[in-house]
């Protein structure tokens, strides 16, 4: 019972073009969405969340876009660059729980 | 300088053995985390403790304990190792409600 998915395992992205991850939920109880990013043997590291009450956030090349109706929200990374290869998840939790529900990860690879 | 850390990183041990993973957080969160990826990547809750309280315990099963000695510190024991138990464990803090959460490097666990 997944709340959170991540249907893309895989994007291959040339460098300096746009990259764009998709993220759907289904628990309608979410109301805070994160973004993290992961290299080999490394922990996640947080990247940029948003909050139910916005539909955009940015910062720097990441720009996160929400769409509460679809329950749908996307990561926009442009320019990409190398160091943007990683596994990056998506995340989700409700006002109520420290909870965080993770997507299973998209791994993006930038080719120069 | 590390933020959060866990030891050991890696662990290789047999069925039905007793092992801890120990974490330690830097960073003045009153709130930290232990988290299971398991083989198909998806990173799910444990445990969480707040101020070393005990918040969320998911369903877990009960050789799973976890043990809060104070507000930096969130040490995870397994008893009676199974095979299933093989993933890698994720400690995680974060300050209060934030859901920012920062991770730890991981501990690869393997049972044999």
């Known amino acids: 019972d997944q709340q959170v998915k991540q249907n893309s395992p895989s994007l291959s992205v040339q460098e300096g073009r746009i990259s764009i991850l998709n993220c759907d939920y289904t628990n309608s109880m979410f109301d805070y969405f994160l973004w993290y990013k992961k290299y080999p043997a490394e922990g996640p590291t947080f990247l940029i969340s948003i909050s139910s009450i916005k539909d955009k956030n940015e910062d720097g090349r990441f720009t996160v876009f929400l769409n509460k109706s679809a329950k749908h929200l996307s990561l926009h990374i442009v320019p990409s660059q190398p160091g943007d290869s990683a596994v990056y998840f998506c995340a989700a939790s409700d006002y109520n729980d420290y909870k965080l529900s993770f997507g299973a990860g998209t791994t993006v690879t930038v080719r120069a | 300088d590390t933020a959060v850390s866990q030891t050991p990183k890696y662990l290789v041990t047999q069925m039905g053995n007793d092992k801890s993973i120990k974490c330690e957080q830097n960073l003045g969160h009153d709130t930290m985390y232990w988290y299971k990826q398991d083989s198909k990547k998806f990173l799910k809750i444990m445990f969480s403790?707040?101020?070393?309280?005990?918040?969320i315990n998911e369903t877990v099963p009960n050789r799973f304990s976890p043990k809060s000695p104070d507000k930096a510190h969130l040490n995870l024991h397994i008893n009676s190792l199974e095979l299933g138990d093989s993933a890698v464990y994720f400690c995680?803090?974060?300050?209060?409600?934030?859901?920012?959460?920062?991770f730890g490097p991981g501990t690869r666990l393997t049972v044999t």
């Open positions: 403790y707040n101020n070393k309280e005990l918040i």
């Open positions: 995680a803090s974060s300050q209060g409600d934030r859901y920012e959460q920062y």
